[in-house]
């Protein structure tokens, strides 16, 4: 009979798994007796700096920028050729939308990929964005593993 296990993925795997860029679900901190707020994002990842970048839109009706600077905790999960795979991240974003490009945070977004995915009632590229980083305080990645049992 066939089994089920979790295992952690080495550097390695969590490296390839998040690639240069993907889609996940950021989580913004609220008061104690409120759920988290979730939303779908796309992401960047630099492997090298182990840093995510982000492109977060701020609607008139969205509460992220009162959410902002709170902690996050940031999942990216898929099915792949050798089953599932996670990874979550937790931390604070810091803002770079001002950055001056010569900045190590602007220069290291030019070796990511964050997917332009279009959710909004507008083309994104008529959506006004702000860039996020996060260095993670803490990262984990986990694999699906088929054991005999």
């Known amino acids: ?5 979790w295992l952690q993925l080495s550097e390695d795997e969590l490296n390839e798994f998040l690639g240069r860029g993907g889609t996940g679900v950021i989580s913004f901190s609220t008061d104690p007796d409120d759920p988290p707020v979730s939303i779908p994002v796309s992401y960047g990842y630099n492997a090298e700096e182990k840093r995510f970048y982000y492109r977060l839109s701020f609607p008139p009706d ?10 996050v905790s940031f999942v990216a999960h898929r099915r792949t050729d050798d089953g599932w795979r996670s990874v979550v991240a937790t931390g604070r974003l810091s803002d770079i939308s001002d950055a001056p490009y010569e900045s190590a945070e602007i220069q290291g977004m030019w070796a990511i990929r964050i997917p332009l ?3 909004f009632e507008r083309p994104p590229r008529e959506t006004t964005f702000q860039y996020f980083y996060l260095d993670p305080e803490t990262m984990t990645g986990r694999k699906e593993v088929m054991t005999d049992s």
């Not at 969205?62 to 902690?71: C, G, H, M, Q």
């Open 117 to 119: 995915v279009d959710v």
């Open 62 to 71: 969205s509460r992220k920028a009162e959410l902002v600077d709170r902690p």
């Open 1 to 5: 009979m066939q089994g089920l296990r």
